[in-house]
């Protein structure tokens, strides 16, 4: 049976309030307080579609063995590098072998939906456990609607033959240039047409009639839907396309609007990620994916746990509501401020030493003494134990999973940070080693000497005059004990 064998998602920490970016366009526009209710998903500075992409799909594959999977796919509209795989960043920092394949998909907002759909199909050709990724970062220009609407997240799906969560019973694609908004090469934003044509021309049309023919392959009647789970930002859409299919109203599912925001080509994913938490046995779901023309793929749960980690719901509690417009402007490269002399050191990679040590750069692998025991960061030829200094005694001891506590810590406003003070300082695992790194989304209160923590991976440093980014891990709170506290509070 191929389907979805787990389900995974991430969403930033930070959640902008709308109402603090339409107060700020008060003046200009003041038709945006139509859209000034709930927060959307804010990534911080040192988070972008690859680094989302990375948690959302650990989350997926906690306590799963990571060897299954045959192949990464990352479908994004935003993604960092144009001529570098980006997906290949995600499998070096997930350690996965290097008979992994990988592929990156773009160019519309039913990527996610269509880098699923090829999934499946591949895993039905035998081609082994896919594991499909679609994470956005967009930027929207400041006092547009897009600018309140969008969100920032991530979600991840495994799907394979096997015991599934949800069974593929089949899926139909359709391509027209329906050109409802396009960026061009170069330009950081989109250019968008008239709302009112997009939805009488574009969903009305064209979205129904590929659920229709998708509904038909699969020999399942539209009343027979349960959940209806399309990511179209305008409101009533959703409800509009599904009364146009056949679909019950009630099966028509949430989008997250005013707590996430339109996570682009996420958005298909997230919320079906989303809904096969509550999923029964022998529901049906079908998924939409919009954008050049439709993508649809029909589903029966069988009633299997979906999720292991935290998945959509556990991510949504783990939040902080920012208020700081300017903050957001800052972070994305919209509001030029001072930074400083002490930010204009040079930040170039050596990428012979980064190829070398892509291990330990990008997955977090140190070692362990296989005669002592020792662990340490980084792996050495000579083991650090105290009383015996064995060499060639090394062996691979991945990190990146292991929990952690602080040992020393300092905030430090001298050294240049986009989000000053810069935190860091030693940490010490649980099963051993210790490691020097940064901090990441911590209030002062939360860097005490003890406190457990978590690594993640994020965004290191920018090489601006190369225009290269940098990866490494940094620690954070332990994220999975105040997700699951704020889960159980509510």
Known sequence: ??????????????????????????????????????????????????TMA????????????????????????SLPFVDRQNAGIVKEALNLGDDVGSLDVGGSLRAGASALLDALYAAKGGAGEVLCLASEKRKA?????????????AAAILVGDGEVAAEFLGGHSTSVDFVDHYRSDGQDFDYGWEQRWIRDEGYSKIAPAAIKAALAKVGV????????????????????VAKACGVKPEAVMEPLAEVLGDVGCAQPLMLLAHALDSAKAGQTLVVVGFGSGCDVLVFRATGKPARNGLGVAGWLARRKAEPNYFKYLAWNGLLPIEKGMRAEADQKTAMT????????VFGLVGGKCSKTGTVQFP??????????????TQEDYPLADRKAA??????????????????????????????????????????VVGASMRMMFRIKAVDEMRDFTKYFWKAVPDYRAAATSALAAE
């Open 1 to 50: 049976m191929v389907g979805i064998i787990a389900v995974g998602a991430y969403v930033p920490r930070l959640r902008l309030q709308r109402q603090a970016v339409a107060a700020a366009h008060a003046w200009f526009a003041p038709g945006l307080r139509g859209l000034a209710k709930g927060e959307r998903a804010m990534s911080s500075w040192d988070e972008d579609a690859i």
């Open 54 to 77: 990375v948690e959302a799909a650990r989350d997926c594959l906690t306590d799963l063995d990571r060897g299954r999977v045959k192949k990464i796919v990352l479908a994004s509209t």
């Open 141 to 153: 220009t400041p006092a547009s609607e897009q600018e309140l609407i969008n969100g920032e997240a």
């Open 221 to 240: 009647f539209a009343d027979a839907v349960d959940r209806f789970i399309m990511a179209a930002p305008l409101k009533g859409v959703n409800d509009a």
């Open 353 to 360: 030493a980064l190829y070398r040590s892509r291990k330990a």
């Open 379 to 392: 792996k050495t030829d000579v083991s650090v134990a105290q009383n015996d200094r064995a060499v060639g």
């Open 406 to 447: 602080i040992l020393t810590y300092t905030a430090d406003r001298l050294t240049y940070s986009m989000d000053p003070p810069l935190y860091y300082g030693a940490i010490e695992f649980d099963e051993g080693g210790r490691l020097f790194c940064e901090f990441a989304d911590v209030d002062a209160d939360d860097v």
